[in-house]
């Protein structure tokens, strides 16, 4: 039996490197952990990224589908089709556009701007609602974006004074408000007073003031007028009393209330638009319009209501700055739109002349909802300096009124070139040469019923009774003896793509 090395009672001495030889009578080593097996981490870890992934992809997609705005991506662009190659014709299907408000229409538009939206919500709802159509057409001439007029410049002073004479004519022959019941005023009535001395533009202003705030204390309240200045009122409205003091006056228009709908400049208002992010400043430089009302005399009295970017016929805009305008005949009735202050201001008798703009109908329809006058003018004749070009190729200006003889002033103080609206340099001067003919005998009216009877027929009843018993002198053109041709018309009216109204 072999013998320890040390003596008893001492202490065993560890070997070389600390460390405990294992022996009969000696405290079993210490263990350390155990060591997993080769690749089961790597297993784990492998596991636990997959978990991590399939968590986070979904998440992912619906973040950049339906969350991220990605509106003007690739996927949206129209390539042009090559000409002469159109798509096998079929008969447009029928439309397809459920009416959101609220919460879901908020809801729409955040998720149109969403890459889902771009790729796949708007290409499925505009080939459900025929607006795909455009691409299978086979157009074969370029269209023209910018309509011009065939015309040199000229200047008539022999045609410039017989205008003169026309509105002094139209304003001489205009009966007396007072002497038929109810009428509106209109430019003659104020005239006469202020002429006479009966009233002064001055006085005329602090009237127009107080209606104004009392139109914003009234429930509902008008919102006719969503942006004026008392200061700015008075001012004009006292150069204009000076004026005629001095017996110096400017023009017919001289000393009459005037609005303008708020896609014009006018200093020193804001220009909004009717939105919340526009017109973050006053403005500093008047449009056109604005200018030539000042030259001309007239009181601006503010700026009026209109429908979101113009973008609706309602007039409805709820945003903070503007709020919904309300129909003067009843407040709980829309206006129409998008011009849709300027109508309600007129009438409602704040001013007797309103400019709005007109598209598809911003100046006629809220003129006819609100029982005024509204002129849409030719493209190009009166200038479109310092309005938002909305749609310039088809929006004109245009002025609403209480008579279709002051539209006709206004429209021939207005109806000018303008050296900063190109597009209206070769248009012939204004002449009003028609506009005091006795009757409207020889006038041909053109009505085509295939577009005029798309509409309810209460409607078409009382306009079919019009047409016999309020023109009779009229010579009345119908389809059989006047065909109105417009090509691809039947299709685009039915693609919802082509909608026409009469225009004044």
Known sequence: MACSPHRAGNPPIPPRGGRQRAGRGRAPPRRHSEVPAPGSAGSDAMELALLLLGALLPAAALYLCCVRRHTGSAAATLHRREPGRAAASRPPRDTWAPRLCGFWLRLFVHTANTA?????????????????????????????????VAAEVTEDKSETKRT????????????????????????KDYLDCYRSGKLTPSQVAKNIIAMLEDCDKSTPPLRAIVQWDQEQIMLMAEASTTRYRNKCTLSYLDGIPVCLKEEFKV?????????????????????????KLREAGAVIIGLSNMHELGTGTTGCNPNRYHKIPRNPYKPNHFTGGSSSGSAAAVAAGLCPVAIGTDGGGSVRIPASFCGVVGLKG??????????????????SVGPICTSVADAAIVYSILAEPDPLYPYGLKQPKATLSDMCAPDLKGLKLGVDWTFFKACDAEILSVCEKGKEQKFPSLLICLKSECHLVFPLADALMRSGLLSLKADA
């Open 116 to 148: 889902f939206g771009q790729i796949l919500l708007l290409p499925l709802l505009l080939r459900l609602n025929n607006f795909s159509l455009m691409r299978s057409l086979d157009i074969h001439e370029d269209p023209t974006f910018i309509p011009e």
């Open 164 to 187: 003169l004479d026309i509105v002094k004519q139209l304003l001489d022959t205009r009966p007396d408000s007072a002497s038929h019941g109810f009428s509106f005023k209109g430019i």
């Open 267 to 291: 200093v020193p208002y804001y220009h909004r638009v009717g939105t919340v992010y526009l017109g973050t400043e006053p403005e500093t430089e008047d449009a056109t319009v604005a200018k």
């Open 378 to 395: 030719t493209f190009g004749r009166i200038s479109g300096h310092g309005s938002l070009p909305l749609s310039y190729s088809t929006v």
